[in-house]
């Protein structure tokens, strides 16, 4: 259960570190859609983000689950 929270808190850390990558605003190249906020991004590209936290926190939690034995070992 604890590797469970741990890659929970690793995912969601690694999202939101790769949220803003890559990311153009409407209001950079005048593509404002009607109805939106000309900061909005064009091609927030999540699926891709998502796919990049999960490969982020399953490394995290793979680590974790090396080093926090090895300490409470000791």
Same mark, same amino acid.
């Given at each position: 259960?604890?590797?469970?929270?741990?890659?929970?808190?690793?995912?969601?850390?690694?999202?939101? /570190?790769? #949220?803003?990558?890559?990311?153009?605003?409407?209001?950079?190249?005048?593509?404002?859609?009607?109805? /939106?906020?000309?900061?909005?991004?064009?091609?927030?590209?999540?699926?891709?983000?998502? #796919?990049?936290?999960?490969?982020?926190?399953?490394?995290?939690?793979?680590?974790?689950?090396?080093?926090?034995?090895?300490?409470?070992?000791?």
């Amino acid at each position: 259960m604890s590797g469970l929270v741990v890659f929970t808190i690793a995912w969601w850390i690694c999202f939101f /570190t790769v #949220l803003p990558i890559g990311v153009q605003g409407q209001w950079e190249d005048g593509s404002t859609a009607d109805g /939106t906020e000309e900061a909005a991004p064009k091609h927030p590209m999540i699926g891709k983000k998502a #796919l990049w936290a999960t490969i982020g926190a399953v490394v995290i939690t793979a680590i974790a689950a090396v080093v926090v034995p090895r300490l409470l070992a000791q």
